[in-house]
């Protein structure tokens, strides 16, 4: 997890999709419509305005430049499909001011809806990492009657040209925060570094940081700081002060109250608890913050759920 803000590498068909097991995935966003098929475990999706619990089978969409937060009590598995409006461009441009208002979809209260979604997503995943001949086109065929059955079905509202902009320019100082976050986190870190370095209000920026993570910057940094620590937990032999330090504790009792804020225990509970998992609990939560499986490793997980 280097940058919170995804710059997504397409094929040249402007879409891509992966499988990721996910334990937790801090506040971020990216330019693309991203749809989610749940495969297996249960997640919470945190978005501006909202917070959701989703499980096996269930189905969230993510709108471009929308900020959201993931979070597993254990990895989770995602089949993702990332598609930049580009993708439309030729022949339904209008797509990049359509902003979804349904984003989250249930199996157990939108079975159609959710059977539908589930059925072009799987079969364009099969068709995406076998790579067979011929197989960017019926992706690309795929990818259109997945969005046209979304369109024809969801609601959606359309967004002005000065929203999207604005969006887009959001997006920006948004990547450059979280980068700079990413970069630093280990280290003092004040808000009014990074307002200086903006060139922006502290007060305003304040405000923004609230506006588009909903959260404080203080508590965004808590949860950078409190995921790397808990990989120095189970990765290494590290002592609990030296952890501390390193992930820009200032204050071992600071690292102790933030950590069992994050996850229900102190770091040393947590790391004690870990040794006594049978071995297969172990390597899931040995996972970082997310893992993405080789086409490979994609063919034969699908096979083990779908066959």
Same mark, same amino acid.
């Given at each position: #997890?280097? $940058?919170?803000? $995804?710059?997504?590498?397409?094929?040249?068909?402007?879409?891509?999709?992966? @499988?990721?097991?996910?334990?937790?995935?801090?506040?971020?966003?990216?330019?693309?419509? $991203?749809?989610? /098929?749940?495969?297996?475990?249960?997640? +919470?999706?945190?978005?501006?305005?909202?917070?959701?619990?989703?499980?096996?089978?269930?189905?969230?969409?993510?709108?471009?430049?929308?900020?959201?937060?993931?979070?597993?009590?254990?990895?989770?598995?995602? /089949?993702?499909?990332?598609?930049? *409006?580009?993708?439309?461009?030729?022949?339904?441009?209008?797509?990049?001011?359509?902003?979804?208002?349904?984003?989250?979809? +249930?199996?157990? &209260?939108? *079975?159609?809806?959710?059977?539908?979604?589930?059925?072009?997503?799987? $079969?364009?995943?099969?068709?995406?990492?076998?790579?067979?001949?011929?197989?960017?086109?019926? +992706?690309?065929?795929?990818?259109?009657? @997945?969005?046209?059955?979304?369109?024809?079905? @969801?609601?959606?509202?359309?967004? !002005? &040209? =000065?929203?999207?902009? !604005?969006? =887009?320019?959001?997006?920006?100082? #948004?990547?450059?925060?979280?980068?700079?976050?990413?970069?630093?986190?280990?280290?003092?870190?004040?808000?009014?570094?990074?307002?200086?370095?903006?060139? #922006?209000? /502290?007060?305003?920026?304040?405000?923004?940081?609230?506006?588009?993570?909903?959260?404080?910057?203080?508590?965004?940094?808590?949860?950078?700081?409190?995921?790397?620590?808990?990989?120095?937990?189970?990765?290494?032999?590290?002592? /609990?002060?030296?952890?501390?330090?390193? +992930?820009?504790?200032?204050?071992?009792?600071?690292?102790?109250?933030?950590?069992?804020?994050?996850?229900?225990?102190?770091? =040393?509970?947590?790391? %004690?608890?870990?040794? %006594?998992?049978?071995?297969?609990?172990?390597?899931?939560?040995?996972?970082?913050?997310?893992?993405?499986?080789?086409?490979?490793?994609?063919?034969?997980?699908? &096979?083990?759920?779908?066959?």
């Amino acid at each position: #997890m280097r $940058e919170e803000y $995804e710059v997504i590498s397409h094929n040249n068909a402007n879409f891509h999709l992966f @499988l990721v097991k996910i334990f937790y995935r801090s506040p971020h966003i990216h330019r693309d419509y $991203e749809i989610c /098929l749940i495969m297996d475990g249960e997640v +919470c999706l945190i978005t501006q305005d909202k917070s959701v619990s989703l499980q096996k089978n269930d189905i969230f969409i993510i709108n471009p430049f929308e900020s959201h937060e993931i979070k597993a009590g254990s990895p989770a598995l995602i /089949l993702s499909l990332q598609v930049s *409006p580009s993708f439309f461009a030729a022949f339904y441009p209008q797509i990049k001011y359509i902003y979804l208002d349904r984003t989250h979809l +249930c199996s157990a &209260d939108s *079975p159609s809806e959710c059977r539908y979604i589930h059925n072009y997503v799987i $079969e364009l995943a099969y068709s995406f990492f076998k790579r067979e001949p011929l197989y960017e086109l019926k +992706c690309a065929s795929l990818v259109n009657q @997945l969005f046209f059955y979304i369109l024809r079905h @969801l609601p959606f509202h359309e967004i !002005s &040209d =000065k929203e999207r902009i !604005s969006s =887009k320019t959001r997006g920006k100082r #948004m990547q450059n925060i979280t980068q700079y976050i990413d970069e630093h986190y280990s280290e003092k870190l004040l808000l009014s570094d990074i307002a200086e370095r903006e060139d #922006m209000d /502290l007060y305003y920026l304040s405000h923004f940081f609230k506006d588009n993570f909903g959260m404080s910057f203080q508590n965004y940094l808590l949860k950078i700081r409190c995921e790397r620590a808990r990989r120095l937990l189970l990765l290494t032999d590290y002592s /609990l002060l030296d952890i501390s330090v390193s +992930c820009g504790f200032s204050d071992p009792k600071y690292f102790n109250k933030g950590f069992q804020q994050q996850y229900g225990y102190t770091p =040393k509970e947590y790391r %004690k608890n870990f040794k %006594k998992e049978d071995f297969p609990i172990q390597q899931n939560h040995l996972l970082s913050t997310q893992e993405f499986l080789s086409n490979s490793s994609s063919l034969i997980t699908l &096979d083990r759920y779908y066959t």
